[in-house]
């Protein structure tokens, strides 16, 4: 590649340090500093964070938050991949389009759409009290586990298509030869399909919690106002407290906290590579 | 290989076509939207926004021939908002506000003297709503919400909220609107707290908590939480209250035995506006009496300030029968309140997290 | 024969529990989608579902809907740009990454994708900071430049992998028969990798369109877009036009998949 080649990557690249890493760069001096006009420079926005255990119970809830629902994402996930790698071509193009679908609709609409159904009035209770499952009317809104599963739908497809990509270039000649050795389909799926699809489930869940942990939306709407994770505090503290320099401190805070969790994940990517190739 | 490329090649004549129909789409704003003028208005969610959209707006479009964007946006955002963009173009016109509001506005000069003089209907207002910063349109009066289905016999004082037989049923709204700050500030009166001393509040809202249902985030949150049945007894502002009743939700006002609590909601032009004289009008027109009687009107009862609309509707019949009566309803000092505001709010989300 | 029954119910079962799984979540992620559409229908005030009754009254009440289409409208202008520019400025970059092997871009690769890993939030909250600072008041044209830093690594993504199947023979064939770098590009390159680049764009839009965390921060009235419309309209009024708008976007994204699907084989670029 001649060196004029490697040179269309400049233009994104002064765009994205113009209006990417330089804010980036202005938040994090923005949190180290005790005022908006950025005078006096301090280190107490980040003591505040982490001395106060309202503040630090926040981020624990939101990582918590994240690995509740990816499980979910990946229980679910896993056999819709699995059901659409042995699909025929056309089946393939239906199902996947059934997938991304939900992921191209607006999140708003999406989250609007389970106000309607997760209501003590909505589709689920409706169905719940009809089935004669329970008698009361459930209390889904503005609880965990509504928030968990609302989110799981909304991500889930970014734990689907990762999975999905891993399982259609697996060779099929490895499932053949364990069915031929003797091994039923289960023990062939625990001891050749699923370790050998660890880099696509660990692409997915990398993808998933960061999208479950960042996702504002869902959690502010579906949780309401006594179940605060990392982004209502930072919005809440920018925008209702006026507090830009605490806000600043968290934000910066809650990133290294996603790209700590994502480095791990990455790191037990590469590890899960190589025990594919063995 | 050559099919392919056949099959995924752009045909030149297509993306000339494309580029050419694009250009325009990106272009065509200027020529469609650029005609009439636009004023950027703010306007209380819930009611007063739903009333300004559906009486204001034609009226005033029919008046000036220009239209409004409703910025929908709670009083103490909009002084932040005014606050941040101090110095560069105001992101509205015309500011709304509740008492407490106008006193930070004016000290941070945040809004302009209202021209009076222009201003037609301004002399028919009530002595008491003729103010130099901005008239005073209308009212609001807090009392207890509740679910006339499910509770039979209407609630009569505050502490029905603590009673067991609403466990999981009592809504709270969060600290933001000035509903519940008020709510707040009148537990503390109540239990005997002052403005400088909080405790008692703080204290009767951790007793409250076991029987609180939900709490609503906002006021919009607040409402489906109605809507959906999943609250049935709440502090709540009594045009709230008409509105979702008019939209068939089960929903009644009653007056605490301690009395109502309100505080005055006012217009005021913004400091440095882009438009200032269609904030005028805008503004002015708020003043008339024809449209102060068109809000009186069920779905929004809002009570009027202009002298010669007369009190009626549910207004006469839940909350006041004359405005003598409604000058009685008793307020708090928001000069004091104010200040501590960041603080309440803080201390709210606290005790309320789960 | 016991081995081969046993063999054979390790089969069905497996299919059935899959199948189960799946089956549960395709209801999961179609559901709200669908139930939103049917909602929008309803001819009474609230939020019930099912609809007592069915109207288009609120699919009418949009027709005065003013500043809901103002937003509608500044969403698409928005959209538009972002994507424009995604697609010059990513197909270019992707171009320059996918044929090195230094590693300052693979650095620079990793740069651009991390907008889909960081909290979105956080990027539009330190935006409005830096447009303040920078002395400027927020404007449609700093939106288009804060949605394109979260919408390019869309059209990287599905660029490279485009770029990832073209076989070099035919660019090095291109060029020792004569052909400049830009024609080989306009020539070869660009028709190979066409729907990749089409798939990539449709994203960025899409991307760009449904955005929420970065238009929260940088969008004020004066250029409000639609999903904070929307949001806003939930947050107070519980509106059902909010449910017919949000119909009317789910129907504009299935055609706009559709249109997709055809021209750029979008689901074959998923797989």
Known sequence: ?278 | MTSSIERHSFNRRTLIKAASASTFALAAPRLSWGQSKTLVAATFPGTWSEADRQIILPAFKAQTGASVTQSIVLGTDQISRLVAAKGNKPPFDVAFFDAPQVIDAVRDGLIAEYPAAQSPNFKDLLPAAQNKWGPKITMQVIGIGYNPDKIKTPPTSWEDLWDAKYKGRVGLTALNSQLGIAFIAELNRIRGGTDDNFDPAFKALRELLPNVGAIGANLGAFATLWQQGEIDIAPYNFNFVQTLKAKGVPVEFAIPSTGPVGWSTSLHVVAGATEPELALQYIDLHLSAAIQEQMLKPPFDVIPTNAKVKLEGAITKSLAKTQDDLAKVRTFDWAKLNPQRGALIDRFNREIKV | MAERNSIQWDAVSIKLVFGLLSAVALVFLIAPTVIVLITSFTASQSLKFPPQSLSLRWYTALWDADQMQRAAWHSLVIASWTTVISVVLGTAASLAIARSRSPLLRAADLVFMSPLLLPALAFGFAALIFVNKLGFTPSISFIVLGHVIVCVPFVLRTTLAALSQLDPALLEASESLGGSAWMTFRRVTLPLISSGVGAGAFLAFMASFDNVPVSLFLADERSEVLPIHLWQQIETNLDVRTAAASGLIVMFTLVLMLIAEKFAGLTRQMR
């Open chain 1, 1 to 278: 590649m001649t060196a004029s080649g490697s040179r269309l990557i400049l233009p994104l690249a002064a765009l994205f340090f113009a209006c990417f890493v330089a804010p980036l760069l202005v938040l994090l001096a923005l949190s180290l500093h005790s005022d908006v006009a950025m005078k006096a420079w301090t280190i107490g926005n980040y003591a505040k964070f982490f001395t106060d255990p309202f503040n630090y119970s926040i981020l624990v809830d939101t990582l918590l938050l994240g690995v509740k629902a990816t499980l979910v994402c990946l229980i679910f996930g896993y056999p819709i991949a699995w059901l659409c790698a042995r699909a025929s071509a056309r089946w393939q193009s239906v199902l996947l389009f059934l997938v991304i679908l939900p992921i191209l609709t607006s999140v708003v609409v999406r989250t609007f759409a389970w106000i309607v159904i997760l209501g003590r009035q909505g589709v689920l209770n409706q169905i719940a009290m009809g089935l004669g499952l329970v008698h009361e009317p459930l209390r889904l809104l503005n609880t965990e586990m509504g928030v968990v599963m609302v989110l799981a739908q909304v991500q889930m497809p970014l734990m689907v298509l990762p999975i999905l990509t891993v399982l259609s270039k697996m060779d099929p000649n490895l499932a053949d030869a364990s069915r031929v050795l003797g091994a039923g389909e289960w023990r062939t799926f625990w001891k050749v399909t699923l370790p050998l699809s660890l880099p696509g489930i660990i692409a997915g869940c990398i993808l998933t919690y960061s999208a479950n942990i960042t996702a504002f939306v869902t959690q502010s709407l579906i949780g309401g106002a006594r179940l605060i994770y990392m982004p209502l505090h930072i919005y809440q503290q920018a925008v209702g407290a006026n507090n830009w320099p605490f806000a600043a401190a968290i934000s910066i805070i809650f990133m290294m906290a996603v790209i700590a969790v994502v480095a791990v994940l990455s790191v037990f990517a590469r590890a899960s590579e190589t025990y594919g190739r063995a």
